[in-house]
């Protein structure tokens, strides 16, 4: 089968023919429908010798969709034929936070050596994939696959983020959305959807800034030295109660410093590298929270594709063969991929 691989450090993906897996006990193949690319692939292939921990070659993809092909001995819960997506942060399955569903926050599992698809275990970006278990995958019930594989990140993350903030997301209250990318277009959305705040978007691109506008924003400016000021402006002076920043660099850290409200709630979800002072007189209002979320549980991924087919969300999507993988990323690198960029490695 073909599939897209990180295969020396520095180097670039590559298309690869590799031997079709087989499930092993417990463990259920799929037979991969759609597969979404992230920024934090690319952040992945950047990370020097040093410092890169998986094993290589490494089949990239931590977003997947796909049909249940095969299923090995002792699993029960799916058949043969089921379109499904997968849950990505793997945890150990036995302690209270999995078994809560949030194997996002599992505390055994990088001791256990487990890993997520992509992230150190074999990802989506192939004709088919393993998944270790049943639990880590949730019925599309019709849902398009391309619209379902970018939900179990770019869906389930800012969804994860926006519910612990709710309750400051009364009627009357202001969202600032910094980064309209795979992330931030569906937080627009999942903010429309889910609340009666103002949403405000940032970006330094014009076709996202308007891609920010499609998809609900109430309001777009650019992401530069004017928009805190009027962000502040906008609300009368209190600044923002949620800020989201899917970016995480310097610059973009700073204009969230700079405009959340007392109380409010800043979010760090971009891995731009950048850093937040936090702490009394660190530059942020009084009762600030700051909190940079991973993923999100199984529960919410169901909810999410619960929300997708109600049609309250609706991922901007780009599609492309998996020949054409390594394309796509040069141009995710490029910064030229409005919304989504999505694999349908049997299109």
Not at 41 to 53: H, I, K, N, S, T
Request: glycine share 14%.
């Amino acid at each position: 089968m073909k599939a897209v691989q990180y295969r020396t450090v520095g180097g670039e993906p590559e298309v690869v023919e590799v031997p079709v897996p087989e499930p092993g006990p417990g463990q259920v193949l799929l037979k991969v429908t759609a597969a979404g690319l992230c920024h934090s692939d690319l952040a992945v292939m950047g990370w020097p010798a040093e410092q890169f921990p998986y094993a290589l070659p490494l089949t990239l993809g931590h977003e997947g969709a796909g049909t249940v092909a095969a299923v090995g001995s002792g699993v029960t819960g799916v058949t043969e034929g089921d379109d499904v997506a997968v849950y990505g942060p793997w945890g150990c399955g036995h302690c209270r936070k999995c078994a809560e569903g949030k194997e996002n926050c599992c505390p055994h599992a990088a001791g256990l050596g487990i890993m997520p698809p992509g992230l150190g275990s074999p990802g989506a970006l192939a004709e088919y994939m393993v998944v270790d278990s049943p639990r880590h995958l949730v019925p599309l019930h019709g849902l398009d696959p391309a619209q379902a594989a970018p939900l179990t990140d770019a869906g389930l993350t800012p969804y994860h983020a926006i519910r612990k903030s709710l309750p400051k997301l009364v009627p009357g209250s202001t969202a600032v959305v910094i980064g309209v990318g795979g992330l931030g277009h569906l937080a627009v959305q999942l903010l429309r959807g889910l609340t009666s705040a103002r949403v405000v978007a940032l970006d330094v691109s014009k076709e996202k800034l308007a891609l920010a506008q499609t998809v609900g924003a109430h309001e777009t400016l650019r992401s530069d030295g004017e928009a805190a000021a009027r962000i502040r402006e906008l609300t009368g002076g209190v600044g923002a109660e949620v800020v989201l920043d899917f970016v995480g660099v310097e610059a973009t850290l700073a204009v969230a410093a700079a405009v959340v409200a007392v109380e409010g709630d800043v979010t760090v979800v971009g891995i731009g590298g950048g850093t937040l002072a936090v702490g009394f007189g660190g530059g942020l209002p009084f009762e600030v929270s700051a909190s940079a979320p991973y993923w999100g549980s199984r529960v919410e991924l169901m909810e999410v594709v619960e929300l997708a087919r109600q049609g309250l969300v609706s991922s901007h999507v780009e599609t492309f063969s998996i020949e054409d993988a390594p394309a796509a990323y040069a141009r995710l690198h490029a910064g030229e991929i409005n919304g989504r960029a999505v694999v349908l490695p049997h299109g």
